[in-house]
């Protein structure tokens, strides 16, 4: 089954952590280059990081650079998104995507709240 599966959300303090998982089955995960979006139901799919096949390029979004980090384990098929600082405004489902199937994961809530 080719799928994506996201893990790891929750509510979190703001000023807090969350680790989010997305293990990636059906497909060659060290060939695709990996994204992380979040959607909010005003603002729509926003791009949050990018990281390339072996880990070597990411990028992010202005708003969370500094504060995430994504990363990825090719032996556990598996992409990270390490969310510091988090706040209020990070509040969205994120979503994992691989740019190699055009294929997204079912999203994973994160709340940021007092």
């Known amino acids: 089954q080719v799928q994506l599966v996201e893990s790891g959300g929750g509510l979190v303090q703001p000023g807090g952590s969350l680790r989010l998982s997305c293990v990636a089955s059906?497909?060659?995960?060290?060939?695709?280059?990996m994204r992380w979006y979040r959607q909010t139901p005003g603002k729509g799919r926003e791009l949050v990081a990018g990281?390339?096949?072996?880990?070597?390029?990411?990028t992010y979004a202005d708003s969370v650079k500094g504060r995430f980090a994504i990363s990825r384990d090719n032996a556990k098929n598996t992409v990270y998104l390490q969310m510091n600082s988090l706040k209020p405004e990070d509040t969205a489902v994120y979503y994992c995507?691989?740019?190699?199937?055009?294929?997204w994961g079912q999203g994973t809530q994160v709340t940021v709240s007092s």
């Open positions: 995507y691989a740019l190699l199937r055009t294929l």
């Open positions: 059906g497909f060659t995960f060290s060939s695709s280059y």
């Open positions: 990281i390339s096949t072996a880990g070597g390029i990411t």
